[in-house]
Protein backbone atom coordinates (compact mmCIF):
# COMPACT_ATOMS: atom_id res chain seq x y z
CA UNK A 1 0.00 0.00 0.00
CA UNK A 2 1.61 3.21 -1.15
CA UNK A 3 1.15 5.89 1.50
CA UNK A 4 2.90 9.44 2.65
CA UNK A 5 3.51 10.37 6.00
CA UNK A 6 1.53 13.42 6.73
CA UNK A 7 3.30 15.79 9.34
CA UNK A 8 4.98 13.05 11.69
CA UNK A 9 4.26 9.56 11.82
CA UNK A 10 1.08 9.53 13.53
CA UNK A 11 -1.00 9.99 10.43
CA UNK A 12 -0.53 8.59 6.73
CA UNK A 13 -2.29 10.00 3.60
CA UNK A 14 -2.90 6.75 0.89
CA UNK A 15 -2.61 7.65 -2.71
CA UNK A 16 -2.27 5.41 -5.89
CA UNK A 17 -1.03 6.61 -9.27
CA UNK A 18 -1.58 5.91 -12.78
CA UNK A 19 1.34 5.81 -15.56
CA UNK A 20 1.24 8.49 -17.90
CA UNK A 21 2.67 9.85 -21.36
CA UNK A 22 6.08 11.41 -20.22
CA UNK A 23 5.95 15.25 -20.38
CA UNK A 24 2.02 15.54 -20.03
CA UNK A 25 0.84 17.15 -17.19
CA UNK A 26 -0.59 15.45 -14.11
CA UNK A 27 -4.10 14.99 -12.92
CA UNK A 28 -4.62 15.13 -9.37
CA UNK A 29 -8.12 13.64 -8.26
CA UNK A 30 -9.96 15.02 -5.14
CA UNK A 31 -12.64 12.97 -3.83
CA UNK A 32 -15.98 14.22 -2.13
CA UNK A 33 -16.99 14.54 1.52
CA UNK A 34 -17.72 10.97 1.86
CA UNK A 35 -15.53 10.10 -0.70
CA UNK A 36 -12.23 8.46 -0.99
CA UNK A 37 -9.91 6.45 -3.51
CA UNK A 38 -11.84 3.56 -4.29
CA UNK A 39 -15.48 5.09 -4.88
CA UNK A 40 -13.76 6.83 -8.14
CA UNK A 41 -13.71 3.43 -9.52
CA UNK A 42 -11.77 3.07 -12.73
CA UNK A 43 -13.03 7.04 -13.98
CA UNK A 44 -9.20 8.29 -13.12
CA UNK A 45 -7.31 5.47 -14.75
CA UNK A 46 -10.14 5.65 -17.79
CA UNK A 47 -8.97 9.23 -17.84
CA UNK A 48 -5.52 8.78 -17.44
CA UNK A 49 -6.08 6.77 -20.92
CA UNK A 50 -8.13 9.02 -22.70
CA UNK A 51 -5.09 11.77 -22.66
CA UNK A 52 -2.31 10.34 -21.67
CA UNK A 53 -2.12 11.71 -18.23
CA UNK A 54 -0.28 9.85 -15.84
CA UNK A 55 -2.94 10.42 -12.14
CA UNK A 56 -2.42 11.09 -8.38
CA UNK A 57 -5.61 9.88 -6.31
CA UNK A 58 -5.84 9.75 -2.76
CA UNK A 59 -7.48 9.47 0.38
CA UNK A 60 -7.47 12.77 2.41
CA UNK A 61 -6.98 12.51 5.91
CA UNK A 62 -9.99 10.93 7.81
CA UNK A 63 -11.29 8.69 4.55
CA UNK A 64 -10.33 5.44 3.40
CA UNK A 65 -7.52 3.57 3.42
CA UNK A 66 -5.66 6.88 5.64
CA UNK A 67 -5.42 8.12 8.92
CA UNK A 68 -8.77 8.72 11.18
CA UNK A 69 -9.80 12.82 12.04
CA UNK A 70 -7.41 13.69 14.89
CA UNK A 71 -9.09 16.87 15.42
CA UNK A 72 -12.59 18.41 15.62
CA UNK A 73 -13.07 19.98 11.89
CA UNK A 74 -13.78 24.15 11.97
CA UNK A 75 -15.20 26.80 9.95
CA UNK A 76 -11.84 26.52 7.62
CA UNK A 77 -11.08 22.37 7.29
CA UNK A 78 -11.47 22.67 3.11
CA UNK A 79 -8.98 25.51 4.08
CA UNK A 80 -6.77 23.00 5.48
CA UNK A 81 -7.23 20.34 2.93
CA UNK A 82 -6.15 22.34 0.47
CA UNK A 83 -3.71 24.67 1.98
CA UNK A 84 -1.62 21.88 4.24
CA UNK A 85 -2.43 18.47 3.19
CA UNK A 86 -2.49 18.92 -0.51
CA UNK A 87 0.30 21.04 -1.07
CA UNK A 88 2.27 18.64 1.19
CA UNK A 89 1.21 15.55 -0.52
CA UNK A 90 2.32 17.67 -4.10
CA UNK A 91 5.78 18.54 -2.81
CA UNK A 92 6.64 14.91 -1.72
CA UNK A 93 5.46 13.43 -4.62
CA UNK A 94 5.36 15.26 -7.47
CA UNK A 95 7.83 18.07 -7.05
CA UNK A 96 8.58 20.64 -9.71
CA UNK A 97 5.39 19.03 -12.15
CA UNK A 98 2.59 20.67 -13.82
CA UNK A 99 -0.61 19.49 -13.10
CA UNK A 100 -4.36 19.93 -13.46
CA UNK A 101 -6.69 19.15 -10.30
CA UNK A 102 -10.57 17.46 -10.54
CA UNK A 103 -11.83 18.09 -7.79
CA UNK A 104 -15.63 16.39 -6.82
CA UNK A 105 -18.03 18.48 -4.27
CA UNK A 106 -15.79 19.10 -1.75
CA UNK A 107 -12.69 18.60 -3.52
CA UNK A 108 -14.01 20.46 -6.08
CA UNK A 109 -14.29 23.24 -3.63
CA UNK A 110 -10.64 22.48 -2.28
CA UNK A 111 -9.46 22.65 -5.61
CA UNK A 112 -10.18 26.19 -5.87
CA UNK A 113 -8.79 27.30 -2.46
CA UNK A 114 -5.42 25.81 -3.84
CA UNK A 115 -6.37 27.32 -7.19
CA UNK A 116 -6.10 30.92 -5.75
CA UNK A 117 -2.70 30.41 -4.28
CA UNK A 118 -1.44 30.30 -7.69
CA UNK A 119 1.37 27.54 -8.01
CA UNK A 120 3.02 28.20 -10.80
CA UNK A 121 2.68 24.54 -11.84
CA UNK A 122 -0.68 24.13 -11.60
CA UNK A 123 -2.14 24.05 -15.20
CA UNK A 124 -6.11 23.94 -14.54
CA UNK A 125 -9.14 22.94 -12.31
CA UNK A 126 -12.07 20.67 -13.34
CA UNK A 127 -15.21 21.34 -10.54
CA UNK A 128 -18.10 19.02 -10.62
CA UNK A 129 -20.67 19.99 -8.02
CA UNK A 130 -18.18 22.25 -6.29
CA UNK A 131 -19.53 24.39 -3.39
CA UNK A 132 -18.30 27.96 -2.84
CA UNK A 133 -21.00 28.86 -0.45
CA UNK A 134 -24.05 27.23 1.60
CA UNK A 135 -27.11 26.60 -0.14
CA UNK A 136 -30.57 25.98 1.40
CA UNK A 137 -31.01 23.18 -1.05
CA UNK A 138 -27.24 21.42 0.28
CA UNK A 139 -28.77 21.56 4.21
CA UNK A 140 -32.24 19.59 2.84
CA UNK A 141 -29.73 17.15 1.14
CA UNK A 142 -27.60 16.11 4.30
CA UNK A 143 -30.55 16.02 6.28
CA UNK A 144 -32.06 13.30 3.91
CA UNK A 145 -28.55 11.71 3.59
CA UNK A 146 -28.93 11.41 7.40
CA UNK A 147 -32.47 9.70 8.25
CA UNK A 148 -30.87 6.72 5.16
CA UNK A 149 -27.78 6.95 7.21
CA UNK A 150 -29.58 6.14 10.23
CA UNK A 151 -32.00 3.15 8.58
CA UNK A 152 -28.90 1.76 7.52
CA UNK A 153 -29.25 2.44 3.95
CA UNK A 154 -25.55 4.15 3.41
CA UNK A 155 -24.16 1.01 5.02
CA UNK A 156 -22.09 0.09 2.46
CA UNK A 157 -19.77 3.49 2.92
CA UNK A 158 -18.19 1.24 5.90
CA UNK A 159 -16.50 -1.09 3.02
CA UNK A 160 -14.71 1.85 2.01
CA UNK A 161 -14.09 3.60 5.34
CA UNK A 162 -14.17 0.98 7.89
CA UNK A 163 -14.19 2.26 12.00
CA UNK A 164 -14.21 5.59 10.47
CA UNK A 165 -16.87 5.79 8.84
CA UNK A 166 -19.21 6.53 11.83
CA UNK A 167 -16.71 9.65 12.60
CA UNK A 168 -16.55 11.02 9.16
CA UNK A 169 -20.25 10.66 8.41
CA UNK A 170 -21.15 13.14 11.35
CA UNK A 171 -18.33 15.04 11.00
CA UNK A 172 -19.44 15.72 7.34
CA UNK A 173 -23.06 15.76 8.38
CA UNK A 174 -22.97 18.11 11.73
CA UNK A 175 -20.33 20.72 10.32
CA UNK A 176 -22.54 21.44 7.12
CA UNK A 177 -25.67 21.64 9.81
CA UNK A 178 -23.97 24.05 12.08
CA UNK A 179 -25.06 27.64 12.08
CA UNK A 180 -21.38 29.10 12.25
CA UNK A 181 -21.00 27.03 8.94
CA UNK A 182 -23.94 29.05 7.30
CA UNK A 183 -21.90 31.73 6.36
CA UNK A 184 -19.08 29.69 4.75
CA UNK A 185 -18.41 31.27 1.54
CA UNK A 186 -15.16 31.40 -0.26
CA UNK A 187 -16.61 33.61 -3.19
CA UNK A 188 -13.46 36.11 -2.47
CA UNK A 189 -11.08 34.09 -3.58
CA UNK A 190 -12.30 33.33 -7.09
CA UNK A 191 -10.82 36.59 -8.58
CA UNK A 192 -7.28 35.08 -7.38
CA UNK A 193 -7.54 31.86 -9.64
CA UNK A 194 -5.66 32.75 -13.19
CA UNK A 195 -6.17 29.47 -14.58
CA UNK A 196 -8.81 27.98 -17.01
CA UNK A 197 -11.74 26.00 -15.02
CA UNK A 198 -14.32 23.58 -16.63
CA UNK A 199 -17.26 23.74 -14.16
CA UNK A 200 -19.32 20.81 -13.91
CA UNK A 201 -22.74 20.51 -12.01
CA UNK A 202 -25.82 18.06 -12.45
CA UNK A 203 -28.94 19.72 -13.53
CA UNK A 204 -31.08 17.74 -10.91
CA UNK A 205 -27.71 18.01 -8.02
CA UNK A 206 -29.62 17.34 -4.35
CA UNK A 207 -26.58 19.76 -2.95
CA UNK A 208 -26.51 22.93 -4.37
CA UNK A 209 -28.15 24.94 -7.84
CA UNK A 210 -27.00 26.32 -10.55
CA UNK A 211 -25.88 29.78 -8.63
CA UNK A 212 -22.67 27.69 -7.40
CA UNK A 213 -21.74 27.36 -10.93
CA UNK A 214 -22.69 30.87 -11.70
CA UNK A 215 -20.43 32.28 -8.82
CA UNK A 216 -17.56 30.22 -9.75
CA UNK A 217 -17.72 31.44 -13.81
CA UNK A 218 -18.16 34.96 -12.82
CA UNK A 219 -15.66 35.23 -10.16
CA UNK A 220 -12.68 33.59 -11.40
CA UNK A 221 -10.57 35.49 -12.92
CA UNK A 222 -9.51 32.70 -15.53
CA UNK A 223 -11.69 31.42 -18.37
CA UNK A 224 -14.33 29.39 -16.89
CA UNK A 225 -16.40 27.12 -19.13
CA UNK A 226 -19.52 25.95 -17.10
CA UNK A 227 -21.59 22.76 -18.35
CA UNK A 228 -25.04 21.79 -16.67
CA UNK A 229 -25.12 17.78 -17.43
CA UNK A 230 -28.86 17.44 -18.08
CA UNK A 231 -31.00 14.31 -16.01
CA UNK A 232 -27.84 13.81 -13.87
CA UNK A 233 -27.63 14.59 -10.02
CA UNK A 234 -24.14 15.46 -7.34
CA UNK A 235 -21.99 12.64 -9.34
CA UNK A 236 -21.53 13.14 -12.78
CA UNK A 237 -18.96 10.78 -13.52
CA UNK A 238 -20.57 8.26 -11.92
CA UNK A 239 -23.79 8.90 -13.24
CA UNK A 240 -22.76 9.64 -17.14
CA UNK A 241 -19.08 8.15 -17.24
CA UNK A 242 -18.66 8.09 -20.71
CA UNK A 243 -19.95 11.82 -21.31
CA UNK A 244 -18.18 13.50 -18.63
CA UNK A 245 -14.79 11.41 -19.42
CA UNK A 246 -15.26 13.03 -23.24
CA UNK A 247 -15.99 16.58 -21.53
CA UNK A 248 -12.87 16.81 -19.29
CA UNK A 249 -10.83 14.87 -21.64
CA UNK A 250 -11.48 17.60 -24.44
CA UNK A 251 -10.75 20.22 -21.90
CA UNK A 252 -7.16 18.70 -20.48
CA UNK A 253 -6.35 18.08 -24.32
CA UNK A 254 -6.84 22.09 -24.83
CA UNK A 255 -5.02 22.61 -22.11
CA UNK A 256 -2.23 20.11 -22.79
CA UNK A 257 -2.37 19.54 -26.27
CA UNK A 258 -2.56 16.21 -28.00
CA UNK A 259 -0.17 13.32 -27.24
Known sequence: MSTFILDDKRYHIYYQLFAG???????????????CTALWRDFPE?????TGCPGLVYDRLGHGKSSPLYSRRTLHYLHDYALHELPKLIEALLPGTPFILIGHSDGGSISLIFGAEQSPYLQGIITEAAHVFVEQISIEGIRKADEAFAHGRMAGLQRYHGK???ELYNAWSATWQSPWFASWNI????PAIAVPLLVLQGRD???GTEAQVQAIVAGAAGKATPIIVEECKHA???ELPNLVLDLMSCYINRIAGPF
Open 236 to 238: PHQ
Open 21 to 35: VPGRPWLIFLHEGLG
Open 205 to 207: DQY
Open 187 to 190: EYLL
Open 164 to 166: KTG
Open 46 to 50: RLCQR
